[in-house]
């Protein structure tokens, strides 16, 4: 199975701020890379797939990039809705695996 | 916009057979692109991919549970359903179905909004 390790594993930030959430996988993955927020009590949300196609609906203020086996979620100024936890999964081979997550929180 | 929605018991006795099934509205199961995944998630944990079927093309299983688990389709009623056999409490998760995009790009893009399943004697 492909191993996918996200860090931080939580990150505490003001509204407003910069962060960013890194995903690396065991193996290349190529560009097989999607990104999903999951907020309390609710099913996970596609953000990006492809590594850095932004799902339909989703503010511009994320994006994604990477490549192989190295990957970031970016979001380039955090609103009060950005809380939750993201976790990013692999579609290069099977089983289909994800990140362990990482919960992002509101200062 | 299509839906998802998991039904099924909500607890299930050591050793049975936990079974989940997932109604999808607003498109039709057997068109285009698209597999149909059961994903869990235990409390307070991670996700776990189970399995996925695709009418024309059959199914895909975690390996970690391909010995107990059944995924099967009933077009007829845009439905698709999850056998777990021999459950124990390590089993105990929340259960989504999802719509599995299998194309140019791999993504789970709509999700139920998941039932829990509880294994307790």
């Known amino acids: 199975d492909i191993q996918m390790t996200q860090s931080p594993s939580s990150v505490s930030a003001s509204v407003g701020d910069r962060i960013t959430i890194t995903c690396r996988a065991s193996?290349?993955?190529?560009?097989?890379l999607a990104w999903y927020q999951q907020k309390p009590g609710k099913a996970p949300k596609l953000l990006i797939y492809g590594a850095s196609s932004l799902q339909s609906g989703v503010p511009s203020r994320l994006s994604g990039s990477g490549s192989g086996t190295d990957f970031t979620l970016t979001i380039s100024s955090l609103q009060p809705e950005d809380l939750g936890t993201y976790y990013c999964?692999?579609?290069?081979?099977?089983?289909?695996?994800f990140g362990q997550g990482t919960k992002v929180e509101i200062k | 916009q299509v839906q998802l929605q998991e039904s099924g018991p909500g607890l299930v006795k050591p050793s049975q057979t936990l079974s989940l099934t997932c109604t999808v509205s607003?498109?039709?199961?057997?068109?285009?692109?698209?597999?149909w995944s059961w994903i869990r998630q235990p409390a307070g944990k991670g996700l776990e991919w189970i399995g996925r079927i695709y009418s024309s093309r059959g199914t895909n299983y975690n390996p970690s549970l391909k010995s107990r688990v059944t995924i099967s389709m009933d077009t007829s009623k845009n439905q698709f359903s999850l056998k777990l056999s021999s459950v124990t409490a390590a089993d105990t998760a929340i259960y989504y179905c999802a719509r599995d995009f299998s194309g140019s790009y791999y993504f789970f893009d709509n999700w139920g909004q998941g039932t829990l399943v509880t294994v307790s004697s």
């Open positions: 193996q290349g993955v190529s560009s097989w």
């Open positions: 999964q692999q579609g290069d081979s099977f089983p289909r695996t």
């Open positions: 607003g498109g039709s199961i057997s068109n285009g692109n698209y597999f």
